[in-house]
């Protein structure tokens, strides 16, 4: 499909299905963290980011909470990027792989995949090329050690790079090994 500007996000919701996403299901029990979480939006509308780990036993409502979040977020107009860590990762950065599909969609930020940063993402995320509909030459080569920074120093560039609202949900970070360094990086 056709690229479209995701910013604002608003453009893609006509005023029934805001209504229908709002009206869909009664959110109850979860009200504290989910005024904490609009308030840490706000401040985050102003400069002031901040990051939240939401913990609870299976089936307390922890994906409920997220998905009522998510949906406001959306409403307002601010791109949400979700990704999910599971047991079964097959590869590395699995969780970073997903998360470069969905800003690959936000066409405002596409710019910012210079063909150096996305001959390093390449790395992980190969599909890339696809994803961005251009091709992508292979990074140069650096020493192993050094392989790990550049990754890092490359997405932290990017996301820092990121002028507009944008909220990351990330799921089941448990199950996340190998990429934790990685979002410890770019926070």
Known sequence: PPRSTLFPYTTLFRSEIRESIL????????????TTLQHALERALTGNGAGFLI?????????????????QIL???????????????????????????????LTDV???FTD???SILKTIAPDLPHWLGRPIADAPDIAP????????????????????PLVMVLEDLHWMRDGLPLLQAVT
């Open 23 to 34: 009206q869909s299901g009664r959110f109850v029990g979860r009200e504290l963290p989910l």
């Open 55 to 71: 913990g609870g036993a299976s089936g307390v409502g922890k994906s409920r909470l997220l998905d009522e979040f998510r949906t």
């Open 75 to 105: 409403v307002r107009g601010i791109p949400v990027i979700r990704a999910q860590a599971t047991r079964e990762q097959s590869t590395l950065y699995k969780l970073w792989v997903d998360i470069l599909r969905e800003l690959c969609l």
């Open 110 to 112: 596409l710019p910012l």
């Open 116 to 118: 150096e940063r996305a």
């Open 145 to 164: 050690n050094l392989v790990t920074g550049r990754l890092h120093d490359t997405l932290r560039t990017i996301f820092t790079a990121i002028s507009a």
